[in-house]
C-alpha cells in the first residue's frame, strides 16, 4: 500500500468511527435547552444520552460477528442508513420519550462504523503495522470529541437543538457516499465465520470463563464509566453551576479531550519503554488520586471553576493511558476470537458508561455529583485491576500486547 493510499484509508476509516464521538459530544451543549423545551429533568434528557450509549453495547454484540458472517461492507452501509434515518427523525421529535428511542437507533448505527471500521483495519494489517495505522487513525478521530461541543455550540447561534440533528443526518449521508463507494470489502468468503448463533455463544460463554479477560474487560468498563459521567454531566455543570456560555463550554469540554488525546498519544512512546501492565497501574492510580481530589474541590469549592477543570483534566489525561491498555491486555489473551472478545468488551464498555450517564442526573445537576461518580468509577476500576486481574499475572504478554496498545 503506498502511501497515499494509506492517508486515504485513514481519513475515510477515521471519519466513520468519528461518528460516534461526533453523536455522542455534539449535542452536549443543547442539553439543558432540550430539557427546557420537552419539559423534562436533568436526569430525563441524560436519558437520551444512555440511550445511544445502550445502542452502541447492543451494535458491539450484534454486528461484530454479523460483520464476520457476512463482510464488513453490508452491515456498514445499513449501519450508517439507520444513523441517517434516526437523524433525522430526531428533528421532528415531538418528546424526549422519542428522542431517547432514535438515540439508540443512532447508537446501533455507531456501532455499525465503529465495529466495521475496526474490522476493516484488522483484515489489512497485522502486528507493528496494525499499531501504526491506529495511532494515525486515533489522531484523526481523537479530533472529533474536542471539535464536537464546538460545533454545536456554533450550530445553537443560528439554530435551536434540533440543527445538531440537521448536521449529523448531513455527516452521515457524506459517510454512507463514501462508504458505498470508496470501501471495498475485505473479508473474503472463506475468511467468514460461519457457527451461527449457537457458535457465537460459545465463543462468548469460553470469553466469560476467564477470570483474568472478564477482568480486565470491567476495568475498560470502569473507566470509560468515568469518562461519561464526565460527557454526561459536564454541561449542566460547567453551564448551569459555573455560568459559561454555550461557547465556552465548548472550549473548556474541548480542553479536557486534549488531556484524553495526549495520552492516548503518549502511552504509544512509553510503550516503547514499559510494559502495558505496569503503565495501566499507575495511569489508574493517577486517576483515583486526581477523581478524589476532584470531589473534594466540589464539596469544598476551593479554588472553584479552575480547580474543578484541572483535576478533571488530569482524571481524563489518565484515562486515556487506560482506555487502550485494558483492552489491549484483554484482546491479546483471545487471539483465535478477537471479533467476538471485542464485540463483547466494547458492548461493556458502552454499557457500563450507559449507566453511569443518567446516574449522575440522579444524584443532582452539580459538580459534587459529577465528580463522585468520576471518580468511583476510577477507583473502582483500580479495585478490579489490583483484587481480580491482579497485574503480575500478566508478565510475558508484553510484546503481543503492545502491538495492540499503541493504538
Same mark, same amino acid.
Given at each position: #500500500?503506498?502511501?497515499?493510499?494509506?492517508?486515504?484509508?485513514?481519513? /475515510?476509516?477515521?471519519?466513520?468511527?468519528?461518528?460516534?464521538?461526533?453523536?455522542?459530544?455534539?449535542?452536549?451543549? !443543547?442539553?439543558?435547552?432540550?430539557?427546557?423545551?420537552?419539559?423534562?429533568?436533568?436526569?430525563?434528557?441524560?436519558?437520551?444520552?444512555?440511550? &445511544?450509549?445502550?445502542?452502541?453495547?447492543?451494535?458491539?454484540?450484534?454486528?461484530?460477528?454479523?460483520?464476520?458472517?457476512?463482510?464488513?461492507?453490508?452491515?456498514?452501509?445499513?449501519?450508517?442508513?439507520?444513523?441517517?434515518?434516526?437523524?433525522?427523525?430526531?428533528?421532528?421529535?415531538?418528546?424526549?420519550?422519542?428522542?431517547?428511542?432514535?438515540? @439508540?437507533?443512532?447508537?446501533?448505527?455507531?456501532?455499525?462504523?465503529?465495529?466495521?471500521?475496526?474490522?476493516?483495519?484488522?483484515?489489512?494489517?497485522?502486528?507493528?503495522?496494525?499499531?501504526?495505522?491506529?495511532?494515525?487513525?486515533?489522531?484523526?478521530?481523537? !479530533?472529533?470529541?474536542?471539535?464536537?461541543?464546538?460545533?454545536?455550540?456554533?450550530?445553537?447561534?443560528? +439554530?435551536?437543538?434540533?440543527?445538531?440533528?440537521?448536521?449529523?443526518?448531513?455527516?452521515?449521508?457524506?459517510?454512507? &457516499?463514501?462508504?458505498?463507494?470508496?470501501?471495498?470489502?475485505?473479508?473474503?468468503?472463506?475468511?467468514?465465520?460461519?457457527? =451461527?448463533?449457537?457458535? &457465537?455463544?460459545?465463543?462468548?460463554?469460553? *470469553?466469560?470463563?476467564?477470570? &483474568?479477560?472478564? =477482568?480486565? /474487560?470491567?476495568?475498560?468498563?470502569?473507566? #470509560?464509566?468515568?469518562?461519561?459521567?464526565? /460527557?454526561?454531566?459536564?454541561?449542566?455543570?460547567?453551564?448551569?453551576?459555573?455560568?459559561?456560555?454555550?461557547?465556552?463550554?465548548?472550549?473548556?469540554?474541548?480542553?479536557?479531550?486534549?488531556?484524553?488525546?495526549?495520552?492516548?498519544?503518549?502511552?504509544?512512546?512509553?510503550?516503547?519503554?514499559?510494559?502495558?501492565?505496569?503503565?495501566?497501574?499507575?495511569?489508574?492510580?493517577?486517576?483515583?488520586?486526581? =477523581?478524589?481530589? $476532584?470531589?473534594?474541590?466540589? @464539596?469544598?469549592?476551593?479554588?472553584?471553576?479552575?480547580?474543578?477543570?484541572?483535576?478533571?483534566?488530569?482524571? *481524563?489525561?489518565?484515562?486515556?493511558?487506560? *482506555?487502550?491498555?485494558?483492552?489491549?491486555?484483554?484482546?491479546?489473551?483471545?487471539?483465535?476470537?478477537?471479533?467476538?472478545?471485542?464485540?463483547?468488551?466494547?458492548?461493556?464498555?458502552?454499557?457500563?458508561?450507559?449507566?453511569?450517564?443518567?446516574?449522575?442526573?440522579?444524584?443532582?445537576? =452539580? +459538580?459534587?455529583?459529577?465528580?463522585?461518580?468520576?471518580?468511583?468509577? #476510577?477507583?473502582? !476500576?483500580?479495585?478490579? $485491576?489490583?483484587?481480580?486481574?491482579?497485574?503480575?499475572?500478566?508478565?510475558?504478554?508484553?510484546?503481543?500486547?503492545? !502491538? @495492540?496498545?499503541?493504538?
Amino acid at each position: #500500500m503506498t502511501p497515499r493510499q494509506r492517508l486515504r484509508l485513514v481519513l /475515510v476509516l477515521g471519519s466513520l468511527i468519528a461518528i460516534g464521538p461526533l453523536t455522542i459530544d455534539m449535542y452536549l451543549p !443543547a442539553l439543558p435547552a432540550i430539557a427546557d423545551e420537552l419539559h423534562t429533568t436533568s436526569a430525563g434528557v441524560q436519558l437520551t444520552l444512555t440511550g &445511544t450509549l445502550a445502542g452502541l453495547a447492543l451494535g458491539q454484540l450484534l454486528i461484530g460477528p454479523l460483520s464476520d458472517a457476512v463482510g464488513r461492507r453490508r452491515p456498514l452501509l445499513a449501519g450508517i442508513g439507520l444513523h441517517v434515518l434516526a437523524s433525522l427523525l430526531c428533528v421532528v421529535a415531538p418528546n424526549i420519550a422519542v428522542v431517547g428511542t432514535l438515540r @439508540v437507533l443512532q447508537g446501533l448505527g455507531v456501532a455499525a462504523a465503529s465495529v466495521v471500521a475496526t474490522a476493516i483495519v484488522r483484515d489489512l494489517f497485522s502486528g507493528a503495522s496494525f499499531a501504526r495505522l491506529f495511532s494515525r487513525l486515533m489522531l484523526v478521530m481523537g !479530533a472529533a470529541p474536542i471539535l464536537a461541543p464546538t460545533l454545536g455550540s456554533g450550530l445553537l447561534r443560528w +439554530s435551536d437543538w434540533r440543527g445538531v440533528f440537521v448536521a449529523l443526518a448531513v455527516f452521515g449521508v457524506l459517510l454512507l &457516499t463514501v462508504a458505498a463507494f470508496g470501501i471495498r470489502e475485505t473479508l473474503p468468503p472463506q475468511r467468514r465465520r460461519h457457527g =451461527g448463533v449457537a457458535g &457465537t455463544l460459545r465463543d462468548y460463554a469460553a *470469553l466469560l470463563r476467564d477470570r &483474568t479477560f472478564v =477482568g480486565l /474487560v470491567l476495568v475498560a468498563g470502569l473507566s #470509560m464509566a468515568a469518562l461519561f459521567a464526565y /460527557v454526561a454531566g459536564s454541561s449542566f455543570v460547567l453551564q448551569g453551576q459555573y455560568g459559561l456560555d454555550e461557547q465556552e463550554f465548548g472550549l473548556a469540554f474541548g480542553a479536557g479531550a486534549v488531556g484524553l488525546i495526549a495520552g492516548t498519544q503518549l502511552n504509544v512512546r512509553l510503550l516503547r519503554r514499559y510494559p502495558p501492565q505496569r503503565i495501566l497501574v499507575s495511569a489508574l492510580g493517577l486517576g483515583s488520586v486526581a =477523581g478524589i481530589v $476532584l470531589l473534594a474541590f466540589a @464539596v469544598t469549592g476551593v479554588g472553584g471553576l479552575a480547580t474543578i477543570l484541572a483535576a478533571l483534566w488530569v482524571v *481524563l489525561t489518565a484515562a486515556g493511558f487506560a *482506555l487502550p491498555n485494558a483492552p489491549a491486555l484483554a484482546l491479546s489473551r483471545h487471539g483465535e476470537a478477537a471479533g467476538t472478545a471485542a464485540a463483547l468488551l466494547g458492548a461493556v464498555q458502552f454499557g457500563v458508561g450507559a449507566l453511569a450517564a443518567p446516574l449522575v442526573g440522579v444524584l443532582g445537576t =452539580g +459538580s459534587v455529583a459529577m465528580a463522585a461518580v468520576v471518580a468511583g468509577g #476510577m477507583i473502582a !476500576a483500580t479495585t478490579v $485491576l489490583l483484587v481480580v486481574v491482579r497485574p503480575g499475572r500478566l508478565a510475558g504478554t508484553e510484546p503481543a500486547v503492545a !502491538a @495492540v496498545a499503541a493504538h
